[in-house]
């Protein structure tokens, strides 16, 4: 995270550009979290500017889009990047992989939609946040274009082949006591979230999909193998193109992927301007005020402190077939194998 993003208003590349935080409420009654990034009135080259809305990862938040700002911002796009329910700041007790936060989604877009502000919209997700765009985009055709970074394309498919794995590494796991352990966690979401894990499942959704869309991969993932996004573009209806990047699931991505995203969004979401490499500041500020970094605080993700994880814990999460160090990770974070679990998985 750069801080000197977080600031309530910045130097960029000669302008100043403002953080607007605002919130709105999805059709669940819970209140959103939402930070919109984009140039004073005076600076904005128009009234109506296109608009990239950033959609986190499990266990991460809005401040994330940061990460995104430089390129964007040069391109002369703006950013609103939002903490989806039961993430960061917002309300909501559970995190859904996708399928309440599709939701979410559609409720930051409509509000984007009846401001005067914003002409064309572009999605930009990470993992978690990549499934909520290909499972949101078949249902939206007027969403202008998508960069998707490491999404899944059936989440059932992703515990299958992590359980592989660790048999692979020469763990033995019965396939009853997996199939056990999958019941008991696909039971306890749909009576505590209200959603069915096996319904998450964006391949479904993308031979409907048009919106030209951008994939990428890093191909040292063993959380959500690569095959995922290749198997996901193959069956994409519209305009695609796949990047494999060098990397694992959480790595910071390259330069030149977020050169070559940008470039992409630029030209699907129509932005009438020249745009270039070398319109990427990469140090582009001036003159940030030090109080006003401060406020980056404001919108951090409020997690939980680590703690020593439970031993009971720990061997029930490798019985599922995850292995001891990532359990142990797990744990640390988590109290219940459910919530271990759905961490674990993205």
């Not at 979290?33 to 809005?62: K, T």
């Not at 059936?154 to 359980?163: A, R």
């Not at 919106?211 to 209806?237: E, K, M, R, V, W």
Request: aromatic content about 8%; overall charge negative.
């Amino acid at each position: 995270i750069n801080a000197e993003y977080m600031g309530m208003e910045f130097a960029f590349a000669g302008r100043r550009v403002r953080r607007e935080d605002f919130e709105v409420t999805n059709d669940r009654n819970l209140k959103l979290q939402c930070s919109h990034w984009q140039p004073l009135p005076e600076d904005r080259p128009s009234s109506q500017m296109p608009c990239v809305i950033f959609l986190h990862g499990n266990a991460s938040c809005r401040a994330d889009a940061t990460q995104i700002l430089p390129t964007c911002l040069a391109a002369r796009m703006t950013v609103l990047a939002f903490d989806f329910s039961g993430s960061g700041l917002s309300e909501g007790e559970y995190v859904s992989l996708g399928y309440y936060e599709r939701e979410d989604l559609k409720t930051v877009v409509n509000h984007l939609r009846s401001t005067d502000h914003v002409s064309t919209i572009g999605l930009w997700g990470q993992s978690m946040g990549a499934a909520t765009a290909l499972l949101h985009g078949d249902r939206d055709p007027s969403i202008a274009g998508m960069v998707v970074d490491s999404p899944f394309a059936d989440l059932m498919q992703v515990t299958q082949e992590l359980v592989g794995q660790a048999r692979q590494s020469g763990l033995t796991v019965p396939s009853f006591v997996v199939s056990a352990g999958l019941r008991m966690i696909r039971t306890t979401v749909q009576k505590r979230a209200g959603f069915d894990i096996k319904e998450l499942v964006p391949i479904r959704n993308v031979h409907q999909c048009f919106i030209p869309c951008l994939f990428a991969h890093g191909n040292a993932d063993t959380f959500i193998l690569p095959h995922h996004s290749q198997q996901l573009y193959d069956s994409y209806a519209g305009e695609k193109n796949i990047m494999f990047l060098d990397g694992d699931h959480n790595s910071r991505r390259p330069p030149f992927f977020f050169d070559s995203a940008t470039i992409f969004l630029t030209n699907a979401l129509h932005v009438s301007q020249d745009f270039t490499a070398e319109a990427l500041p990469w140090n582009p500020f001036e003159g940030t005020h030090q109080d006003e970094r401060q406020v980056q605080q404001a919108i951090m993700l409020s997690a939980a402190q680590p703690h020593a994880p439970d031993p009971a814990l720990v061997q029930q999460l490798v019985a599922l077939g995850f292995s001891t160090a990532r359990s142990e990770e797990a744990a640390a974070q988590h109290t219940t194998a459910e919530e271990a679990v759905e961490w674990l998985l993205i």
